[in-house]
Structures are given as C-alpha cells and as structure tokens.
C-alpha cells in the first residue's frame, strides 16, 4: 500500500470513528423519542397511559359517510360533504393543523406517496383534510393547503385537495362514522387544547363508503394506487392490522409536556452534526494546507518507476 493511500486511510478512519461514537451515543435518545410518542412513555410500564384506551382507529368498512354534513373549505365557502362525491373517490385524513408532531408526519407520508402514484388529485380523486379542532380557522386552513400544494410540486392540482374547518357537532358526526376516536387534552393552568389521536388515511368511494384505511404515517404508493383503483369501482377493501402511531404530548399523570424530550433530542442531533461537521473541516483543511507530502510520494513512485 502506497504511503498517499495509508495517510487518506489514515485520516479517514478518526472520522468514521468518531462517527461511530456519536451514533452510539444518539441512538439512545431516539429510542427515547420514539417512546415518548409511540404507544408509550418515557419512564413508564410496557401498558400505554390509560388516557390511550379511549383512543384508536376503528375501521368502519363499508360504512355510509354522512354527506349531508356541512364545513368551511380553505376559501371559507360553506360546503356539504357531498360536494367532492359521486364520480371519482377520495382520500380522506383526519387531523388538526396545529398539531406539533403527528399530523404533519401523517400529510408528508401521503403527498410523498402520491408523487409517485400517477393519478392526480381532482381529476382522478379528491383529497379531503378535516380537522377535528373546531377552534382552528380558515386562514390555517389554507395555509396548509398552500404548503402541502408546493410539497407535492403539482400546482394545477389545487381544485382537488381540500382543507376544511368545522363545528364540533359535524366533526363529531364524521369522526364517529368513520371511527376516529380521540381525546381532547387542555393543559391545566393554560388555554392550551391539545388532542391525543391516532394516525391514519381513509379511502371512499364515489359514493361516500369506507373502502380502505391505512394507519400510521408512512403510505406505500401501490397500496394508494390500488385502493384507489378498487374504489373507484365501489369495492370496499379487507382490514388491515391496527398497528397505531399516536399523537399524545401531555401526560397528566406528571404534569409535564413531552413535548420538551423532543426538543431535547433535536438539540442533541443538531449538536452532533455540528461536532461531527467541524472535525470532517478541520481534517479536510489539514490535507489541503499539506499537500506537499502527496505531491512527494507521487514524484518518488514517478522516479522509482522511471528509474
């Protein structure tokens, strides 16, 4: 092995190690994460909190949607569910927009599948968004709707995505048809209202039946593209395993906010890139203020060679 190539070696292998030492060191705080807002708590028996048994996804296949509700679209027209119904199918998401974690992991997995399924929103299906916070407004409404348009890089598409608001007595009528069960949580001593929900995408058909769901927050785009092929014929699909992701940041039982672990932990990978980015530079410009020693071993293996 040539003297260049042990020295590269040489000042590659600190770095990995380094690397090595660092993940080792994170890996616990992301298993702290993922337990924290998983179907556990941080510090807490394998049983979730109990405030979890009245929450979950109950799949209502086949299950007529009450169309005749009515919510405020992302224009602030009043508009009956019925309106995005009757010729082509829908996906709908239940979620509330100023949801801190979940629900955004939830719409980020479905506009990333949708990039690679070759229908589009408005003419082939409708994308319908409810959130079940009847505090929230239009304007967030449409916001939402303009960040996760851009995300999905389909401009032309906006007639088919809808982000809508309603009343409590509508949200309720909906998430009870469709068996979206969950909790709403006010921080004691604040106006803070927070809600501990599952996660998951419901497929409907034309007419307004419950064809599919797909739970959690990841969505594979050939399960979306046929399970919108089989609803738009009106079939209604099979069950699939309820493995849940839940949304759930305040735990009454200590009086903390949970929240707090996860910004903990992104300090902590912040600091690790930082730490692991500054020695790579310092390594890189040791090489590049020393180039001398390489240009020495190529003219050397140049004399032998010529010698």
């Known amino acids: 092995m040539s003297r260049a190539k042990q020295n590269t070696n040489s000042t590659k292998r600190p770095a990995l190690i380094l690397a090595a030492m660092l993940f080792s ?51 602030g027209r009043v508009v009956p569910l019925s309106s995005y119904f009757g010729k082509i199918p829908a996906i709908l998401a239940l979620v509330y927009y100023r949801c801190p ?65 309603g009343t409590q007595a509508n949200i309720d009528a909906l998430t009870k048809a469709v068996g979206f069960r969950y909790v709403k949580l006010k921080l004691p001593g604040t106006n803070i209202t927070q809600f501990a929900h599952a996660s998951s995408i419901q497929i409907v058909t034309p007419e307004g039946k419950l064809a599919q769901y797909y739970m959690g927050v990841e969505y594979s785009p050939k399960d979306l593209l046929l399970g919108l092929d089989e609803a738009s014929s009106n079939r209604i699909g099979s069950p699939v395993d309820n493995i849940l992701t839940y949304c759930y940041h305040y735990n009454p039982a200590t009086n903390t906010h949970d929240l707090i672990i996860a910004r903990v932990i992104q ?41």
């Open 101 to 165: 974690m979940l629900c955004s992991e939830e719409m980020n997995g479905l506009t990333s599948a949708l990039e690679m399924v070759r229908y589009r929103p408005g003419k082939d299906f409708n994308i319908i968004v409810v959130s079940i916070d009847p505090s929230e407004t239009t304007d967030l409404a449409a916001a939402q709707k303009r960040t996760y348009l851009k995300r999905y890089g389909y401009p032309e598409t906006a007639n088919g995505w809808h982000f809508m608001t």
């Open 25 to 75: 060191l994170a890996a616990p705080l992301v298993s702290a994460q993922v337990s924290s807002y998983g179907d556990k708590q941080v510090g807490s028996s394998d049983r979730p909190p109990s405030i979890l048994n009245d929450v979950g996804i109950d799949q209502h296949l086949n299950t007529q949607l009450p169309l005749n509700l009515t919510f405020i679209d992302d224009s």
């Open 267 to 307: 300090l902590g990978g912040l600091l690790t890139l930082l730490l692991l980015g500054g020695f790579m530079f310092v390594m890189f410009r040791r090489d590049f203020k020393h180039p001398h020693d390489k240009r020495g071993v190529t003219q050397g293996t140049a004399t032998k060679v010529n010698g």
